[in-house]
């Protein structure tokens, strides 16, 4: 498939998707948005594939919504080109997904970056939600992944008074895994990526989905979704594995099933 705002790549088990408006800073217009939801939908597709990287390049991960695209946009065309399903659909992405962060992640590009799963930000990587500079607020997810991430008041600074976070303060946050020099943001998430895609996919997807969880349920809730997805587990091919080759002192060969 060839597209036009991404590149797409495999290394291995690994899918490696990477924004690429460069002259625009990777401003995410709705095609860049549907091009990467479309990506993302096919390496979850994909067996073969168990785990995505997601930057932006060397110099910038997304500097946020096209605003030329935006600028003269009433509330009811807005309404009409709504993203949400896009976006939803990159959120509900169902294997590991590591955003890869230097420069700016501004606007969408940060709220990007915080559907990720882990993030690994180069050492200029800049984090924040500049949309109350242009008169309006965060739109996919700003004003409510920063909070249930960091906490109320660091996500006050970051909402309302526009100013991007440092990587080294994005680390100590919380909100970024890893710190690394800009040179190898990308080389340190796909090994980081590769490490994951060794693990039992199944797990891996029910790992994911019961942390998801806990940032929208109740402990008791949460705590009966993790336990059925525990029992659930004992149904797959790949915990017999597991523990056998754990017994027999060997790696075990998941197989995704
Ligand atoms: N949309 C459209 N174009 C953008 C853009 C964006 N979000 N961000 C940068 N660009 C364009 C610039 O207009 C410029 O184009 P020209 O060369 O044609 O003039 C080019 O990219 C390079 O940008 P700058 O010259 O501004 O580069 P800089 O290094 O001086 O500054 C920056 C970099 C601080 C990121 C600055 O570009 C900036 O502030 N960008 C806007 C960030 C922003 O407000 N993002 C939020 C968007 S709204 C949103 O995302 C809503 C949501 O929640 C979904």
Redesign the pocket.
Known sequence: MQYEHVLVDRQGAVGVVTLNRP???N??SPALIAELSDALDRFDAEPDVRAVVLTGGPRVFA??????D?SERGPVEQLQRDQTGRWARIAAFSKPLIAAVNG?A????C?LALMCDLIVAGDTARFGQ??I??G?I???G?TQRWPRTVGKYVAMEINLGGAPVTAQRAYQLGLANKVVPAEVTVDVAVQLAARLAEKAPVALRLAKESVNQALELPLSEGLAVERKNFYFLFATEDQKEGMRAFLEKRKAQFKGR
């Open positions: 002259k625009v800073l401003a995410l500097a946020g919504a096209d605003i030329g935006m700016y501004l606007g969408g590009g709220e500049p949309e500079n242009l309006i965060a739109g996919a700003g």
